[in-house]
DNA sequence: CAGTGAGCGAGCTTCCGCTTGACTT
């Protein structure tokens, strides 16, 4: 009897549905083993020998494999880092039970990057041996990545406060929320002005002159009128939009946020949902890859269900941009693209509206490109200003056919010489204004550009940050606290290096010297630890401690007169005297949404917590007013949640 | 549906990446 291992239960179903009897297929459930979390776990003055344990959690899937009896045991693990190495803490700890000189028993080592049934006989054709190489770059990742951590965050819990964290990939994702809030913070706009000329049927907008105050906009309004507005060009040129590439983690996760609103957590939960069910791919993945199969049968699907019309003559090929992709898998798409109407019956709204979402941009990728008719017209006004109005019309759908159709500008018939009746000017007044707050997908998609973090911690890093009170989301955007500026700060002024957004593209470099053989891991770990080693006892011998900045609250102390300020407890937030200890006042923080209380009409709505911390809106009047609810209140007339329409129709099949 | 809370300092905290349940409310 021979055995399989992989990864993930799901997959070694799906691998037992292509082979035989012959195979018994089990699943490691990720890494069986791993540095203990409780100490260091590196002996940093021999040579950073790690110290690995199988932990409580993973020591039944250990034992479980470990009894079984098998002729040949095959590692079928993700063809990665990660997946190489665990192909060797699996057969290190299985080599006990298995040693070939006393059972017997084989090693094999496999890869596919697809799931396909010739992709995997293809592969059982031809194992070969653990690269220990590959072994040895996860190594360096996984000691440096704890060497980092681990000495930083105790540093943090003298330096600044108990419990704190710091490491290579959320210290980097706390620092660009960090900069941006004093980006905005800082920002100063700058007042500009926009001049529009309505004519009969279209409008043209004066371009290649800044008007800066309201007087100058007056003074060019002056000038205009009575003036000529002579067509002088048109231009018409056809455009083409070409359809996105499918799914990667990253990008599904950006999709659902900006589309639903959804936390990378949520989308994750339902992905794997759809995964567990056959329905989608593997969705923790880096690649834009499409099995050869699924191309050949969207491109039939395409062609049955919309027409030749809508199909490219060569099938798209997507490369994947990031640099350091493992493409370990394929990119997130349906497993059976005919399977959306029956399948839609049995599944929850989520878990449907993220199977669409998928589907729609699977099928999309291998479909035509849309085609436009952009039309320029430039109007000229005797005092050498300078009119635009751009029309757009869609001549072919294409791939557009799957989404919802947005309306073009149409231009009247223009022709060159023509003179315009002006109607109207109208003047507006604009701001120059920040860049916007990062949210959970703006986040993603520059971590991701960055080569900073991977798809499985994606959601886990966004947590963490919130976590450690580093960051709070407010409206779904993110805000930098004021501890969070403090560490940054810290940070920043001791270990720049470390939060460079450039560092792990660095040791990303490293990793694959180690992987193809240039290099070995224990100099390229030594080159780096030991400066760090000597800065860090610097620091801790010489650094101040970090104060951190209280945040003032509008609200007054009745005793004192004093502004109250924002103080953290074991609970969570809470508003306190900014005399303490002489006062010890104390008031609840509320979380304020801008609402009157629709009961008592006085009162204001506010966010509260549950005993068991779940959220629900009350009143601040509470106990005078009852008021309570667990959605947000809504006035008459406005739509229940106050939540935008999903773009998303349905698709009609 | 709605606690409390900081300051002392014992013993504790902490990383990134790979996978799912097993828990409670």
């Known amino acids: 009897m021979n055995l399989i291992i992989v990864e993930s239960p799901t997959k070694a179903k799906t691998l037992a549905k292509f082979l035989g009897n012959d195979y018994q297929i089990e699943a490691s459930m990720g890494h069986v083993r791993d540095l203990p979390e409780s100490r260091l776990g590196v002996d940093v003055d021999h040579d950073f020998n790690p110290e690995y344990v199988v932990s409580d ?45 006393i059972g ?11 799931i396909t049934e010739s992709a995997i006989k293809e592969a059982l054709a031809k194992p070969g041996e653990i690269n220990m190489e590959l072994v040895n ?6 000691i440096l ?52 000329a309505k004519f009969k049927d279209f409008e043209a907008k004066l371009i290649k002159t800044e008007i800066k105050t309201k007087d100058e906009a007056d ?26 590439p499918p799914f990667t983690t990253s990008t599904l996760q950006q999709a659902a946020s900006n589309l ?24 923790r993945t880096d690649s834009t890859n499409l099995a050869t199969q699924a191309v050949d049968a969207v491109r039939q699907f395409i062609v049955e269900q919309y027409g030749g019309r809508y199909l490219p003559a060569e099938p798209r090929l997507y490369k994947t941009k990031s640099k350091v992709a493992q493409e370990a898998h394929e990119a997130i798409r349906p497993t059976n693209t005919e399977r959306l109407a029956d399948s839609s019956q049995q599944l929850d709204r989520d878990q449907n509206k993220l199977f669409e979402l998928i589907w729609k941009r699977f099928v999309a990728c291998q479909m035509a490109e849309a085609v436009y008719e952009q039309t320029n017209v430039d109007i000229g006004v005797s005092d050498g200003y300078i009119f635009r109005a751009n029309g757009n019309k869609q001549v072919f759908d294409g791939f557009q056919r799957l989404f919802e159709r947005e309306e073009g500008i149409v231009l009247p018939k223009l022709t060159v010489g023509e003179i315009l009746e002006l109607l109207k000017l109208i003047p507006s007044q604009h701001f120059t204004e920040p860049p916007p707050r ?59 290096n470390i939060l460079d957004y450039k560092f792990t593209a660095g040791v990303e470099d490293s990793l694959d010297a180690i992987a193809n053989g240039e290099k070995k891991w224990v100099p390229v770990i030594a080159e780096f630890y030991t400066p760090f080693s000597e800065q860090l006892e610097k620091v801790g011998d010489s650094a101040e401690r970090v104060k951190i900045a209280v945040e003032e609250s509008d609200e007054v102390c009745p005793e004192h007169n004093v502004p109250m300020v ?14 303490f200890p002489e006062c010890k006042f104390t008031k609840s923080f509320q979380v304020k949404i801008n609402m009157k209380c629709p009961k008592c009409g006085t009162g204001e709505v506010i966010l509260r917590k549950t005993h068991t911390k779940k959220s629900f809106y009350g009143c601040s009047n509470y106990p005078k007013c009852d008021f309570a609810s667990w959605t947000r209140p809504t006035l008459p007339g406005q739509s229940p949640g106050g939540r935008a329409k999903p773009k998303l129709e349905v698709i009609k099949m």
């Not at 039944?60 to 192909?87: F, M, N, S, Y």
């Not at 770059?137 to 996984?142: E, G």
């Not at 937030?573 to 900014?578: G, I, N, P, V």
């Open 104 to 114: 017997g028993t084989k090693f094999l080592r496999i890869t596919f990057h697809e």
């Open 145 to 196: 990545d704890r060497l980092v951590g681990y000495k930083l965050s105790p540093l943090l819990w003298r330096k600044v406060r108990k419990g704190l964290s710091a490491g290579r990939v959320q210290s980097v994702a706390v620092r660009l929320i960090v900069e941006r809030e004093r980006e905005i913070l800082t920002f100063v706009p700058m007042e500009y002005w926009e001049l529009v």
């Open 57 to 101: 959690k993973k020591k039944d899937t250990v034992t479980k494999l470990q009894k079984i009896k098998a002729d040949k045991i095959i590692l079928a693990t993700d063809p990665d880092r990660e997946g190489e190495a665990i192909a060797w803490h699996v057969a290190t700890l299985l080599n006990s039970k298995f040693d070939p000189a």
């Open 566 to 579: 924002v103080r953290i407890g074991k609970f969570g937030k809470f508003l306190a005297c900014s005399k």
């Open 219 to 244: 003074k060019i309004i002056a000038e205009l009128v009575g003036s000529q507005f002579i067509v002088k060009q048109v231009e018409t040129k056809e455009i083409k939009r070409s359809p996105y």
């Open 438 to 496: 990062y949210n959970e997908a703006s986040l993603i998609k520059i971590l991701e550009e960055y080569g900073i973090g991977r798809p499985s911690t994606y959601a886990p890093i966004i947590s963490t940050i919130q976590e450690r009170q580093y960051v709070e989301k407010q409206d779904k955007r993110f805000f930098a606290t004021n501890l969070g500026m403090a560490v940054n700060d810290f940070l920043m002024a001791n270990f720049a």
């Open 260 to 283: 639903f609103g959804w936390s990378a957590k949520r989308t994750m939960q339902v992905a794997q949902n759809l995964y567990e069910q056959g329905l989608i791919t593997y969705h």
């Open 137 to 142: 770059a996860q190594q360096a990742r996984r």
